[in-house]
């Protein structure tokens, strides 16, 4: 990997963790989410960071910044867009919605019912939206970071599988250590550090990195220590549900951008290995367990069955 694109991806990680404070393997995660030109979704409970990692990381490219804050009277055209009859031009104007942006934050996405959760699907799958039989492309780089509490929280619906399958990474949050959440008392005291943060990298940037993940060499034997990691899924009686061909891919470019973020041309096992259970705990179910709950249960049979697979030398 050339040196220089080395440089920005430590750059763009350094500045985020300028804010984001004892977070450096969240952070990590978030960026695999980006190189890959995928999405990512942040859960646990409120008040941990969620929204703040989201934040800092579209700050730290020049690109369009959009939040939505979801809620349960949000609807598609909010999200989307929508036509407006302009009486003096006799005739329709598209006017876009947020999701015309190179990063979108859907804040608590989750308190939105399906509905409206559905006016992403496409947008992040195809990177384009359809109004009125009009399909109008979004911009690129495209990255959707949303976050989401818990499912047992009230008034909070849980996304459908087809939704939570768009997604690269499901990222649990997690507490901070007592000296970590001691500076962010001190860094915080002042205001909210992130209003001081400034971009390091730019869109077009950002594209250069996203096609050196592409180029990113995988052996063979990589390939199938993946492949055994889904067929465990599949075959495992404590899973209702698999892994999909889907997943399949989404675990192969997350460990191509793995790879970049340390430097690396080619995957080793331990980058399939380590995002193993976030590329894939939210793709399978478990026996007697709906589709999003009790994340920690599926998290702990995805990784029991990871370390049961001999891995390549």
Do not use: W
């Not at 999405?39 to 960071?49: S, T």
């Not at 369009?64 to 009486?87: A, E, K, N, W, Y």
């Not at 804040?107 to 399906?114: G, H, K, L, Q, V």
Request: charged content about 25%; some cysteine; proline content about 5%.
């Amino acid at each position: 990997m050339a040196t220089d694109l080395h440089y920005l991806v430590k750059e763009l990680e350094d500045n985020v963790c300028r804010v984001v404070l004892g977070k450096r393997d969240i952070v990590r995660l978030c960026l695999v989410g980006l190189l890959a030109g995928e999405h990512v979704l942040l859960e646990d409970v409120p008040g941990v960071g969620k929204t703040l990692i989201g934040k800092a990381l579209a700050r730290s490219v020049a690109g369009h910044f959009s939040r939505v804050q979801f809620t349960p009277d949000l609807l598609p055209s909010d999200i989307c867009g929508s036509s407006v009859f302009h009486s003096q031009a006799d005739e329709f104007v598209f006017h876009k919605g947020a999701i015309f942006s190179n990063f979108v934050l859907a804040d608590e996405i989750n308190r939105a019912p399906p509905r409206t959760q559905s006016a992403l699907l496409e947008a992040m799958s195809d990177r384009q939206v359809s109004i009125d039989g009009t399909t109008y492309p979004l911009p690129e780089p495209f990255m959707v970071i949303a976050t989401q509490n818990p499912f047992e929280y009230e008034g909070t619906y849980a996304l459908p599988e087809s939704q939570l399958d768009r997604f690269l990474l499901r990222i649990s949050v997690g507490y901070p250590s007592r000296e970590e959440e001691k500076l962010v008392l001190t860094s915080h005291r002042d205001g909210e550090p992130i209003s001081t943060l400034e971009s390091v990298l730019d869109c077009r940037q950002i594209k250069a990195l996203q096609e050196e993940v592409r180029q990113v060499e995988v052996d063979d034997s990589i390939n199938d220590y993946l492949l055994n990691i889904i067929a465990a899924t599949r075959d495992s009686e404590e899973l209702q549900i698999g892994a999909s061909t889907r997943g399949a891919l989404s675990l192969y470019r997350a460990a191509q951008a793995a790879a970049v973020i340390d430097e690396r041309n080619f995957v080793v096992p331990d980058d399939v290995k380590q995002l193993a259970v976030p590329v894939l705990g939210h793709r399978v179910i478990a026996e007697g367990f709906l589709q999003g709950h009790q994340a920690d249960l599926v998290n702990s049979i995805v990784q029991r069955l990871i370390d049961s697979i001999s891995v390549p030398s």
